[in-house]
């Protein structure tokens, strides 16, 4: 019960047909269509900048592990799915604030996964979206905070959901094994001080990513990346940015950070996974880069 992910279910039917190396095949296969048209959709609407720091966000986050795991594989490709659906109806019918979408991809999330990389299927499409709205509807950043919200609603009553149909299907009170792992997964006991857990888990983390996770070379080549970030942001910065938009930005950004420190013993014990949730951070990251470097008039 303390595992349950509605993608058992998915996994169980297929194997019925296949063997686990085939479902790896699979898995690696959609997600690899759901990238090609998600970055399909953006080049033809000419949004370059997003499907630009889709790929280097994917790529931090050594994307080709990903479907070898028949845990965190399912927040991936919902991410991307949602990515998709959200940008194509934003195309279609650029007047719908999309709140039916991500309410039920926050649920559809807490169904099929917790507590890997599950604010990845909010932070991609609503970083996508940002970008495509920004400076055309005047109520964009209510929008935003709006589909943040409507998104946590939806996870978080489809988690409280489980646990009351879990106790009335057993016929036994489930409130005092939900709060112990609650209590656990926010606090825990590993021998550390809370300031070196915090910071522990934020730091393991963002270790992670590639290519700083690959031994001294990597460090190397990743602190090269920074270096190289930085020089772009001083030297070829331009005047007449979004500010609006620059702070949105940085509040998607933020949104893995917030959830590594609330749950910190989870994120510091598991941060060998989780650290695929900053796919959203460094998506963000990118379009800042791009929006205090852009060429006026692009």
């Given at each position: 019960m303390r595992y349950w992910h509605g993608s058992a279910g998915l996994v169980r039917i297929f194997s019925i047909f296949g063997n686990i190396r085939a479902l790896y095949i699979l898995n690696g296969f959609i997600i690899l269509l759901l990238i090609i048209l998600l970055l399909f959709l953006m080049i033809r609407h000419k949004m370059a900048a997003p499907a630009a720091a889709v790929c280097i966000g994917a790529v931090m986050i050594s994307i080709w592990f990903v479907p070898f795991s028949l845990e965190y594989t399912w927040t991936v490709m919902l991410a991307l799915i949602f990515s998709v659906a959200a940008l194509q109806i934003s195309i279609k019918k650029p007047d719908r604030p999309l709140y039916g979408l991500f309410l039920f991809s926050g649920m559809l999330t807490c169904y099929m996964d917790f507590l890997t990389t599950e604010t990845l299927t909010l932070t991609l499409p609503l970083l996508i979206l940002l970008y495509r709205e920004h400076g055309e509807q005047k109520e964009n950043y209510k929008r935003t905070a709006g589909r943040s919200v409507i998104w946590a609603v939806g996870f978080i009553m489809t988690w409280i959901s489980k646990w009351v149909m879990a106790s009335v299907v057993l016929k036994e009170n489930a409130m005092p094994y939900v709060t112990e792992h609650v209590e656990e997964r926010l606090g825990g006991n590993i021998g550390i001080s809370l300031p070196g857990y915090l910071l522990g888990a934020v730091w393991r983390n963002?270790?992670?990513?590639?290519?700083?996770?690959?031994?001294?070379?990597?460090?190397?080549?990743?602190?090269?990346?920074?270096?190289?970030?930085?020089?772009?942001?001083?030297?070829?910065?331009?005047?007449?940015?979004?500010?609006?938009?620059?702070?949105?930005?940085?509040?998607?950004?933020?949104?893995?950070?917030?959830?590594?420190?609330?749950?910190?013993?989870?994120?510091?014990?598991?941060?060998?996974?989780?650290?695929?949730?900053?796919?959203?951070?460094?998506?963000?990251?990118?379009?800042?880069?791009?929006?205090?470097?852009?060429?006026?008039?692009?």
């Amino acid at each position: 019960m303390r595992y349950w992910h509605g993608s058992a279910g998915l996994v169980r039917i297929f194997s019925i047909f296949g063997n686990i190396r085939a479902l790896y095949i699979l898995n690696g296969f959609i997600i690899l269509l759901l990238i090609i048209l998600l970055l399909f959709l953006m080049i033809r609407h000419k949004m370059a900048a997003p499907a630009a720091a889709v790929c280097i966000g994917a790529v931090m986050i050594s994307i080709w592990f990903v479907p070898f795991s028949l845990e965190y594989t399912w927040t991936v490709m919902l991410a991307l799915i949602f990515s998709v659906a959200a940008l194509q109806i934003s195309i279609k019918k650029p007047d719908r604030p999309l709140y039916g979408l991500f309410l039920f991809s926050g649920m559809l999330t807490c169904y099929m996964d917790f507590l890997t990389t599950e604010t990845l299927t909010l932070t991609l499409p609503l970083l996508i979206l940002l970008y495509r709205e920004h400076g055309e509807q005047k109520e964009n950043y209510k929008r935003t905070a709006g589909r943040s919200v409507i998104w946590a609603v939806g996870f978080i009553m489809t988690w409280i959901s489980k646990w009351v149909m879990a106790s009335v299907v057993l016929k036994e009170n489930a409130m005092p094994y939900v709060t112990e792992h609650v209590e656990e997964r926010l606090g825990g006991n590993i021998g550390i001080s809370l300031p070196g857990y915090l910071l522990g888990a934020v730091w393991r983390n963002l270790s992670c990513l590639f290519p700083f996770g690959y031994g001294p070379a990597g460090l190397m080549a990743g602190l090269a990346l920074l270096i190289f970030a930085a020089y772009r942001l001083y030297v070829y910065k331009v005047s007449g940015w979004d500010r609006k938009y620059l702070t949105a930005l940085a509040a998607i950004a933020v949104i893995p950070f917030i959830r590594f420190l609330v749950l910190h013993n989870h994120s510091y014990l598991h941060y060998f996974f989780t650290y695929r949730a900053l796919m959203g951070t460094v998506t963000a990251a990118v379009l800042v880069i791009w929006e205090i470097n852009r060429p006026s008039g692009v």
